[in-house]
């Protein structure tokens, strides 16, 4: 090994870029994503079986929104690692000829995996109240495009916020339909529109860093602590299989 | 409601196979599910599609035998059907 590479390495990974990397806490980011994306895994090959044997469509759109958010959470660290360790605050802020167009199709991937986890998931209840067409799904992935088109050709925070917003909205008039329909109270809706709140803000914190300072810890705790009781729930009804 | 149907019905067709010493002729079991035989012959077609069940042919019979993957079925249908409920799916 030629004198000085140790040095070179350490300077390499500790220099002002790595050094705030580690400064902006890419430890709980890396942390955060590996328990969702472990959550959402888990509840995915642990449905696998009972979709394997029954091909209920129901679960096999539940198991798809896991994975979907697996997948998603996925590109979330590669953006927040590309933010830490470029010390950004935006993507757009990347030189298109560095890690430009790479951000940018992060970005897409992120916003598509992501919308289609929520459209999976009310899908997964409704389907069988909406016509039962395979057309459905394609609609869906269209909608999921769009929206994930819109977020990285525009620039404007109002479009980013407003989409996302009108995803809530549209996941709260789902549940509200749902629930509304039930005779006792359950409280699976809750958690449901709990999670999509909390998933949704996890959207809106990675196109808009600056909008929820401070807030971050707390998204992360109550988005961890949903989907911890919704893996609860699946290993209850699972079983240990 | 017409799919989680479905799924009672292939539990009642594997159910009585099992009852039977997981074989039985093919004519009894459509007269023990309780059912039309173009309907049956829809449900038997796709336990068989699906690995549910076999046909064994011995002599001039044809007899209609639980697989592994049915008896799994069986097993696991209750869970099936609880994780239906507890999710709305």
Known sequence: MPFGTGRMIFEG???????????????????????????????????????ELSSYKG??????????????????????????????NELINFSPIT?????????????YFSSMAIFYLLY???????????????????AAFVIAFVSILSKNHFVHFGLNVFLLLIVIFVVYVSYKNKKKGHNLYLIYLLWSIFWILNIIDILIPNLFQGLQLFIYIASTITFLLILYKVIKNVGAN | ????????????????????????????LIRRSNMSS????????????????????????????????????????????????????
């Open chain 1, 13 to 51: 990974f500790a220099g002002p870029p790595f050094r705030n990397l580690f400064k902006l806490g890419i430890g709980t980011e890396l942390f955060y994503s590996f328990v969702i994306i472990t959550c959402s895994l888990m509840v995915y090959y642990g449905t696998k079986e009972l979709y």
């Open chain 1, 59 to 88: 679960i096999k759109y539940f198991r798809q929104a896991f994975l979907f958010f697996a997948v998603a959470y996925f590109f979330r660290s590669i953006i927040k690692f590309l933010l830490l360790y470029f010390g950004l």
């Open chain 1, 99 to 111: 890690f430009g167009a790479f951000g940018l199709l992060t970005q897409l991937l992120f916003v």
């Open chain 1, 124 to 142: 997964s209840v409704m389907w069988k109240k909406w016509n039962q067409s395979s057309y459905n799904i394609y609609l869906l992935n269209i």
């Open chain 2, 1 to 28: 409601m017409a799919k989680r149907g479905k799924l009672e019905i292939m539990q009642n067709i594997l159910n009585i196979i099992q009852q039977n010493h997981s074989s039985i002729k093919i004519t009894p």
């Open chain 2, 38 to 89: 173009t309907r049956f012959k829809k449900y038997y077609l796709e336990l068989l599609e699906k690995g549910f069940i076999n046909e064994i042919s011995s002599h001039k019979n044809k007899l209609v035998s639980l697989t592994e993957k049915g008896e799994r079925f069986l097993e696991r249908y209750k869970t099936i059907i609880n994780f239906i409920k507890e999710f709305e799916l």
